[in-house]
């Protein structure tokens, strides 16, 4: 199974901070990952798709790049209403698999 | 509008079976594979599995956790996806959701609409 590994686990941010979570793949995967965000109690919501297309209806802040083994999302500016969890996927092979999740917290 | 509402869920003893459905509406449910991905209890996100459109097969790909005591079906002429959940155990204790593939063909597009989900409790 490919393993994907986020990094930071955790980080505190404050409104209007330029945040960046990584995301790394155990073998390539080509462009094949999507990011969501999860608030709590909530279902995911899809933000981006083949590593760098932005969902629509996603507010622009968001954006993702990458490919092979290394990724990242990007929030340009936080917002109050960004302050959730963040969880990569890859579905290059089977099975899919997530990251363990980037929880983004209020400094 | 397009709406997935996972149902069947509930307090269930290890060893016992369950089947969680997933009723949509709003867009061609036949053409699109569908997901379920599961979430314990203060955990991350565990994808289970999917079933292809008849198009593409309508074959299922599992998880190696679930593989064997979970199933995955659809009844295209009423719009529902199912979860076949056999011999349970403590760890299957989740959050269990439905989700669409973003596209038809194209797997790489992400799971773009997710119901709300059930709550699956496994425990004696």
């Known amino acids: 199974d490919i393993q994907l590994t986020q990094s930071p686990s955790f980080l505190s941010a404050s409104v209007g901070d330029r945040v960046t979570i990584t995301c790394r793949a155990s073998q390539g995967i080509s462009s094949s990952l999507a990011w969501y965000q999860q608030k709590p109690g909530k279902a995911p919501k899809l933000l981006i798709y083949a590593a760098s297309t932005l969902q629509s209806g996603v507010p622009s802040r968001f954006s993702g790049s990458g490919s092979g083994t290394e990724f990242t999302l990007t929030i340009s500016s936080l917002q109050p209403e960004d302050f959730a969890t963040y969880y990569c996927?890859?579905?290059?092979?089977?099975?899919?698999?997530f990251g363990q999740g980037t929880k983004v917290e209020i400094k | 509008e397009v709406q997935l509402v996972e149902s069947g869920g509930g307090l269930v003893q290890p060893g016992r079976s369950l089947r969680l459905s997933c009723t949509t509406s709003g867009f061609t449910f036949g053409d699109y594979a569908m997901n379920w991905v599961r979430q314990a209890p203060g955990k991350g996100l565990e994808w289970v599995g999917f079933?292809?459109?008849?198009?593409?097969?309508?074959?299922?790909e599992y998880a190696a956790s679930v593989k064997g005591t979970l199933t995955i079906s659809r009844d295209d002429s009423r719009s529902i996806a199912y979860l076949q959940m056999n011999s349970l155990k403590t760890e299957d204790t989740a959050v269990y959701y439905c989700?669409?593939?973003?596209?038809?063909?194209?797997?790489?597009?992400?799971?773009?609409?997710w119901g709300q989900g059930t709550t699956v409790t496994v425990s004696s």
């Open positions: 079933i292809r459109s008849k198009a593409y097969g309508g074959t299922a």
């Open positions: 989700s669409r593939a973003g596209d038809p063909e194209y797997y790489y597009y992400g799971l773009d609409v």
């Open positions: 996927q890859q579905l290059n092979s089977y099975p899919w698999t």
